[in-house]
């Protein structure tokens, strides 16, 4: 057969050059596994030359024989699945098995330059290189920011009372698995009454802060405002302020005000308690709703308000029925995100709730310090479905928003 | 019409002038403008300003020693602390009225635990002698000077007279000297003993720390805002979702993640001990130390990073890569010479932002801190929660708002607070 068939871009392919970039992709990985795995040196070598000479010279063979991608991906999946299989059982199997048609991939792609298929054509071979360097560590980057959240979902599901994996889980053995933290979340009074005070606080909270920060926003988009600047660093602040000292000052301020509505309004003791921590959360929400709608306002036509002066309308109509309708995205964004600060917040609500307070948030710091239950764990999993779903509602509105404003959606 | 219109000021239709007719209108809608903001002003100025500014006087008010002694502080005025004597009878006599009147209130266990902040074993002075204290009547059972001295030996030594004096001000600088690792003492301020510097020391780990958590996040964010910044809208799109998922993630799960991960039984341990990289007797310590804070709060924070570089490097022509290249000028030369100086603005607009948040972080540090990775805050709320010395905690929050004022303000200079942007 022919050994130097012209690859894409006018590149011979050369067998000398795949197999050399080949071993050197499988080098760095070996040698750094070798080096922290070896007991002598002449063990560390060996592993090292074996591994490396093994995959050079399967890939060797598969490329004189086959001409095609798709058999060699498909007859390399197959082997490392019997492999993997024999070795660690059904699961390392499949790993291997999409491990091993990927490896596969990579030879082809490597010999037949594919890599160069969707980068400019002037770019130098440096260039290639550099970009898919920039690629891999990119990809890295974004493991660490999602993947931390993949141990904490599996071991939700764990059948032991354990924060590690079992033998079990990593087999995939059913026995391993069980929804017994879920069950524990459902049924447990201290874990329900938790979540019924966080149910009951963060919407209060929020409707609080965005109907106050929503006017607040429209006052300080008008064209004069005097002091803006100033203003808007004062409503701006409880965000930036650390929230350690937020909490202890209004300890002291909600203490005081505490004992005035209990003892001089004789309110009962559980109430006074939800309107401290609720008036506590709206302070912390209003900086997210005065960013959210003072930005949506910045592309609000002025006119449209004048125009429906203009044919009668009187303020509270024209706010209502032309200004709400455009800035709502933004006001319901700005909303969410005074919604989850406050379903997030541990320090304020530890500092000016009494125990009949007591948050989601705040049950799970306590667990974390003191108790350790995988139970925060299936709780966990359920916050992170619940921001996905938030996430999802304000991408959504964000488009809508700058649809409605007539840009063109990001 | 006529010549006497044209000369007079322009009329509004309702024959004011213009200029005033104008100027009304302006005023009003300045008035309606502040009337929108009005509630929510007031609301966060009486619950949230306020409340901290009065949090803060607590770090220079000093009233207890005043009010709950408030014969014996007049005599002790007039009593040389200089001298190395010992105050005369009268001290000791109003000393005496002064706490069967505290002791009455049960003031004076107070005051004790007050004066222990400063020197260690007041507080049990004050406890011991006032169950004796509380059965003398100050008008009859005079002299007092050597009935104290032999309830406890505390009373006959000078310096326990010289505390009580040098804290008897109503306004102090007590608390403030404290959090910088010094003391009020006759002689003026004066270093700690060695044994109970701590505080400055943990203002340099909060610092030092937040600089590395700050650097590693730039490190980290910049390739990811660059990827954002020049992938197709649809791909980014995609991958943008990558990074608004960990941060609109509960703070508490991700920390909980990371605890997950990092403890010693944790999952990056067992990954490394089933590979034979580490031994199963020597895993690696990576939790309650200052590396779990770094991790776990670099992998927090980052997001607060990504996106201010994201919106800078958006408006970023890649034009002028190609422009520069085109004129000569190497891979490197292009970047750090064109690009880079453009994409200064989204690193310190993220780097201020990142420092800000993380110097005041307290959740994370607790949970995977341990001891030696916790900042600030942490002593913080220890102070006000444990050891109740709220006037410590005060002067530590004011410090540590100076500081994070500062750079609020620096922010607002270079970015603009109305140039926040969110997700």
């Given amino acids: ?410 | 019409m006529s010549d006497t219109t044209d000369t007079g000021p322009v009329l509004a239709a309702d024959g004011t002038p213009l200029k005033r007719s104008l100027n009304r209108a302006l005023r009003r809608q300045k008035m309606r403008a502040l009337m929108l903001i009005a509630p929510l002003l007031l609301f966060v100025l009486l619950s949230f300003i306020l409340p901290i500014g009065k949090m803060l006087t607590r770090s220079v008010q000093n009233d207890i020693v005043a009010d709950t002694l408030p014969l014996t502080v007049v005599e002790l005025n007039a009593w040389d602390s200089d001298s190395g004597d010992l105050p005369g009878e009268n001290v000791y006599a109003a000393f005496v009225s002064d706490m069967v009147v505290a002791i009455e209130d049960k003031k004076h266990t107070r005051l004790g635990t007050r004066l222990n902040y400063e020197s260690t074993g007041m507080s049990s002075l004050f406890r011991k002698s006032g169950r004796k204290i509380k059965k003398l009547d100050p008008a009859t059972d005079g002299p007092f000077k050597d009935t104290l001295i032999e309830i406890s030996e505390g009373w006959g030594k000078v310096e326990t007279w010289r505390e009580i004096k040098t804290h008897s001000v109503r306004t102090t600088n007590g608390y403030f000297l404290n959090a910088i690792d010094m003391r009020r003492t006759p002689e003026g301020a004066q270093a700690q003993p060695e044994d109970k510097r701590v505080l400055i020391k943990l203002f340099g780990r909060t610092l030092w720390m937040s600089l590395i958590i700050t650097g590693s996040c730039i490190l980290l964010a910049y390739p990811v805002a660059w990827i954002l910044a020049n992938l197709p809208m649809r791909t980014s799109n995609m991958l943008m979702i990558l990074v608004l998922l960990p941060f609109w993630t509960s703070l508490l799960v991700r920390t909980s993640a990371w605890k997950v991960l990092l403890q010693q039984q944790g999952v990056i341990n067992e990954i490394l001990v089933w590979l034979g990289m580490i031994d199963d007797a020597n895993r690696l310590v990576m939790i309650n130390n200052q590396t779990g804070t770094i991790i776990a709060m670099t992998h927090i924070l980052l997001p607060f990073m990504i996106l201010p570089m994201y919106s800078v490097m958006q408006t970023i022509q890649p034009t002028y890569l190609r422009a520069a290249k085109s004129m000569g000028a190497t891979n490197w030369t292009a970047f750090w010479r064109v690009y880079f100086p453009q994409s200064i603005p989204g690193i310190g607009a993220g780097s201020i932002l990142v420092f800000i948040l993380s110097i005041g972080y307290y959740i994370t540090p607790e949970i995977v801190g341990g001891t030696k990775g916790v900042f600030i805050s942490n002593r913080i709320a220890y102070h006000i929660s444990y050891s109740l010395n709220w006037g410590l905690a005060a002067a530590l929050g004011a410090i540590l708002l100076a500081v994070v004022l500062l750079l609020y303000w620096c922010y607002d200079k270079i970015v603009g607070i109305d140039n926040v942007k969110l997700g």
């Fill in chain 1, 1 to 410: 057969m022919n050994m130097n068939p012209i690859g894409a871009h006018g590149l011979k392919t050369s067998m000398a050059f795949t197999l050399s970039a080949l071993a050197l992709i499988v080098f760095i990985p070996t040698f750094v596994f070798g080096i922290s795995t070896a007991q002598s040196f002449a063990l560390f070598f060996l592993k090292v030359v074996l591994i490396c000479a093994s995959i050079v010279g399967y890939a060797f063979a598969m490329l004189s024989t086959l001409d095609t991608k798709r058999p060699a991906m498909a007859i390399t999946g197959v082997a490392s699945f019997l492999a993997g299989l024999s070795l660690f059982g059904l699961v390392g199997g499949i790993f291997l098995a999409v491990v091993g048609a990927f490896g596969a991939h990579i030879v082809y792609w490597l010999h037949y330059r594919q890599y160069r298929d969707k980068v400019a054509t002037y770019l130098t071979s440096e260039q290639v290189l550099w970009h898919y360097t920039f690629r891999v560590i990119c990809g890295l980057i974004f493991f660490f920011l999602v993947s931390p959240l993949v141990p904490v979902i599996w071991l939700s599901f764990n059948a032991e009372n354990f924060f590690t994996f079992t033998p079990e889980m990593l087999r995939f053995d059913p026995e391993g698995y069980s929804l017994k933290h879920y069950q524990d979340f459902f049924t447990n009074n201290e874990w329900q009454r938790s979540f019924k005070n966080s149910l009951i606080i963060a919407p209060i909270a929020t409707i609080i802060s965005v109907s106050l920060g929503t006017l607040a926003a429209i006052g300080l988009s008008q064209s004069h405002v005097p002091g803006r600047r100033a203003i808007m660093a004062i409503l701006i602040s409880p965000m930036i302020v650390p929230l350690i000292i937020s909490a202890t000052g209004m300890f002291f301020f909600y203490s005081d005000i505490g004992n005035f509505l209990e003892g001089t309004l004789g309110m009962g003791k559980n109430l006074v308690g939800y309107i401290k921590v609720i008036l506590a959360h709206a302070v912390l929400g209003i900086p997210f709703v005065i960013i959210t709608v003072t930005a949506t306002l910045v592309g609000f036509d002025n006119s449209l308000t004048r125009a429906a002066a203009n044919m009668g309308a009187n303020p509270v109509t024209t706010f209502f029925r032309v200004q709400m309708p455009l800035i709502l995205p933004g006001v319901i964004s700005g909303g969410l995100f005074a919604f989850i600060t406050s379903f997030d917040e541990v320090v304020v609500v530890l500092f000016v709730g009494s125990a009949s307070q007591k948050t989601l948030p705040w049950q799970m710091f306590t667990g974390l310090r003191e108790q350790i239950s995988p139970t925060i764990l299936a709780v966990a999993t359920i916050l992170v479905v619940m921001s996905i779903l938030l996430l999802t509602t304000v991408e959504l509105l964000r488009r809508r928003s700058e649809r409605l404003r007539g840009m063109s959606p990001a």
